[in-house]
C-alpha cells in the first residue's frame, strides 16, 4: 500500500483512500491555510479537539459575513443564510436563538415523538399499499420531517407543498438565476407575512403563533425579522432530515454485517445507529470523496493562539468536518462503520453557540424515520441508481428507487 | 415560587456549550472549559434558572427543590 500524502484539499478519490489522507494529514498538522475559489484564504481545522476549542470560544465571530464579507466556500454562499441566525454572534444572536429555542429542546420534541411516530407508520403503510418499487425521497424521506415542521410551525397543506421549492431557493449555490431566486423567496416571504397576519388576529398553539406574539411583545423586533426567522426555519426544518433519512437507508443497505446488526435489535441500536450515520454515513456509499469545505467559517476578531499556530486578528478558521469526525484520538477504529459505537461526539450538528437549534428534532426523526422503515419493511433494498440533486447547498437527491 | 432552596447541577457530559442558560441567568451559570456550570450549588427559587432550565437544547440542566423534587420548566 503507497503511503497517503498529507495534501488538503483532496480528492475526489474513493473512501478508503480518503480516510487515509484525512489520517495523514491529522498526523501532520492541525490545520491548513487554503485558498477558496470565493472569499479568499481560510484556515482548516483537521483535529477533533482544535475544532471543539474554536467553536466554544467566543474571540471566533461571525458578524463580519453579515456585514458583506464573502464566506471563503467552494462556492458563493447562499446570500440570505448569510443574514440570519448562523450568522450572528451574541448579544442579537441569543436574543434571536431564544426566540424558538423553547420549542426545539429534547424535552419538548420527545413529547412529539408519539405524533412523529403515527406519520411515519402512515407513511409507509401508503408505500405499502400502492406496493413497490417507490422513490423513498418522495414517498417517505421529504414527506415526514414536511409534515412535522409543517405541524409545528402551523403552516396548512397550501404552503406545504411549496416547501421544496422555497428551500431550494434559499439554499441555491448554483443552478438558479438571481432572478429565480428572488421570484421563489418573495414568494415565501409574501407567503409567511399573510400568514403570520392572520396568525395575530387567530393565534393558534404553533410555533409562528408564538413569533408572532414574541413580536408583539417586544417593540425591539420587526415583522421582517420574524418572517426572517421563520424562513429560516422552513429553509433548514426539513431538508437536511430528508437528506439524513436518505443517508441513513443507503449506508446501512450497503454494509450488511451493520444492516444486520440494527434488524436484531432495532429500537436497542437506532439512537447509536443514527448517531453513526451522521458522523461517517457518507463514507459507506462507494461514492468518491474529496476534502475541501467544511462547517461554515468563523473569523477571529482577535489574535489567537491555536495548537501552536497564530491566527491573526481577521483570519478566518473553518471545521474540516470529515476529517475531525474521524478522529483516532476520540473516535475508536473511525474508519469503520458502526452503529453501535458508544463514543461519538461528531461535529457534523456543530458544537458551541452555533450548535443545530433542530438537532433534538432532527435526531429523533431520524429515530423514528429510520427504525420504522427497517422494522415494517425488513426486505427494504435498492431497486436502483439514486438520482443526486446539485446546485443546492445542502445536497441530498430527487430519486432514491427502492423496493421490498 | 416555593420559599425553600434549588439545588442546580450541569450534566457536562452533556452539555453543548450552547451558553443559552449563560445568556438568561448570567448569575447562576458560567463558562468553564467551553461548558456550563452552576455558579452555586444552592440557590433561592429564580425565574432565570427556570428560564435556563427551559432553554438548554440539550436538557443538560437539573434543578431539584428542598424535598428532592425535580423542578419542571413551565
Known sequence: MTVARAEFPFGPVPPAEALQIMRAIRDDRPMTRVTFPVGGECWMLHRHETCRAVLEDRRFVRRPFTDGRPVPYAFAFPAFLTQTLQFMDPPDHTRFRRLVSKAFTLRRVERLRGKVQEVADELVDAMVETGPPANLVESFALRLPIRVIGDMLGVPEDGRGNFVRWSHAMLATSGMTEDEVTEAMTSLYLYLQELMTRKRDDPRDDLLSALVAARDADDRLTDDEIIQIAMLLVAGGFDNTANFIELGVQALLADPGQHAALLADIDGVIPTAVEEILRHGGFVLGREMSGFAGLVPFVASEDVELDGVLIKAGDAVAVDLSTANHDDGVFADSDRFDVTRERNPHLTLSHGLHHCLGAPLARMELQVGIATLFRRLPELKLAGEPVYLEGVLTGGMTDLPVTW | ?74
Open chain 2, 1 to 74: 415560587m416555593s420559599g425553600g432552596r434549588w439545588t442546580v447541577e450541569v450534566d457536562r457530559r452533556r452539555c453543548i456549550g450552547n451558553q443559552m442558560c449563560v445568556t438568561a441567568a448570567g448569575d447562576h451559570f458560567v463558562l468553564e472549559d467551553g461548558r456550563s456550570r452552576p455558579v452555586a450549588d444552592s440557590v433561592a427559587p429564580s425565574e432565570d434558572v427556570l428560564e435556563a432550565l427551559e432553554l438548554c437544547p440539550t436538557s443538560a440542566i437539573t434543578v431539584r427543590d428542598e424535598t428532592g423534587a425535580l423542578v419542571e420548566p413551565s
